[in-house]
């Protein structure tokens, strides 16, 4: 044992040096950027939204003993989901999912606040590597990187690298991108700091995998966007990305309302991302999440305090045609915050995350082409557990895994039968 934690410690020590010798001098000293997540102030558009039939599904839950957040499937059988400061490997061969092991991030590991009642202490999204090696687990000031055949074992050595300038961008780090030759990530860093004049940033590492399975990064720097900066996706071509901000970029201050999706070029983000920013449309209400649709015409991005869902021409924002761009304006449930697609169907995780009453929880349910054509309102909700937050959709389509974050649960959805349910 002591031998192992020798060897964990000289691990981590080797990354950590790694990843701070890029560009050492161009920082300052770490007190001026260490910054600990705060409580962004949220100025409400709308509270609850007009009740919603329930959509009669088939469900099922699995308790999971802590808040989880993010999920992603490796394959039809082995899914995997941030649960507070662990990584739950998931059996999902059968409909009802169950918890095959649990990698919890080491007591001595710290990537971001030392608070353990903090939001900002736990895990939250994750990502896989497009050849599956690695998963990438973002939190506090960056990301942990697994080793997925580690992980999978439940082995205490399953951490292959960490990604993180200890604040110097911001923190509480929600989502990451990363490209499909795996060698760039994208961390979307929520909250600010003094390098980023308070306002979200996406931060960009150039990571390169070892012969031995360690994972370095090289820090590119950052792009500082709006205020509370979160959701990204990346255009068909993976040129462009978008990324959501909950206050725009060219606010005066965090108590605006009004949000933006600010559009990044891709290869100038890699190089230097400082000078990647291209644009931003505006976004409503405090815009959280995004995603493209399958055949990338379309995104679909999730507006918390407006209880709706904005559907945007994905070929003109990539192209900066302001007009006309907003193609669809859909009401959804209350505050919603995930968004999926299914299909031709969009799901919202409508999460009442503030808990106001005589609202309830679930996934609205829209149908894309009858959304697009101008139908709006009434869409039926599959009722869920408390604060349904993130998504993930099985590789046959037939599935979807629900992180209820207040609920301390996992469901499962079967949305195989949405086209024979859904009246359009």
Known sequence: MVGFLVSWVTTVTAITISLFAVSARSFPPRNYFAVSPRAFPTRVCATTAPAQDALDVNTTSLQVGGRPFGMVYLSESIAFATIERSVAVLDVSNFTPKIKTTVPLPPDVVIGTND????????????????????????????????????????????????????????????????????????????????????????????????????????????????????????????????????????????????????????????????????????????????????????????????????????????????????????????????????????????NRFGYSNTTTGATVVDSLAALRGKTSRWPQIRTGRFPREFALSPDGNTMLVAEYDAQKIRAVDVSSLNARMDV
């Open 116 to 351: 353990p009642d903090s939001a900002g202490y736990e895990f939250h999204g994750i990502a896989l590597t497009h050849d599956k090696r690695n998963l990438y687990v973002v939190t506090g000031y960056g990301a942990v990187v697994m080793d997925v055949p580690k992980t999978i074992a439940g082995r205490n050595d399953s951490i292959a690298g960490l990604l993180s300038r200890n604040g110097y961008a911001g923190s509480n780090a929600v989502q990451i991108s990363i490209t499909p030759d795996d060698k760039f990530v994208f961390i979307s860093q929520e909250f600010g700091s003094n390098a980023t004049l308070n306002r979200g940033a996406i931060e960009v590492y150039n990571v390169t995998r070892l012969e031995n399975g360690t994972v370095v990064g090289g820090y590119k720097g950052f792009v500082a966007l709006g205020y509370a900066t979160v959701g990204q996706a990346f255009s068909k071509d993976y040129k462009k990305l978008f990324v959501t901000s909950e206050v725009s970029r060219s606010a005066r201050n965090k108590n605006e309302t009004e949000g933006a999706v600010s559009v990044l070029d891709v290869e100038t983000l890699k190089t230097t991302p400082g000078k990647a920013y291209l644009y931003e449309i505006r976004g409503g209400c405090h815009p959280v999440r995004c995603k493209l649709a399958n055949d990338g015409k379309t995104l679909w991005v999730t507006v918390r305090e407006a209880n709706q869902l904005l559907a945007f021409d994905a070929e003109k924002l990539a192209k900066n045609v302001t007009t006309d761009v907003v193609v669809a304006n859909v009401k959804t449930g209350t505050s919603p915050v995930g968004v999926a697609v299914v299909g031709q169907y969009i799901l919202t995780a409508d999460s």
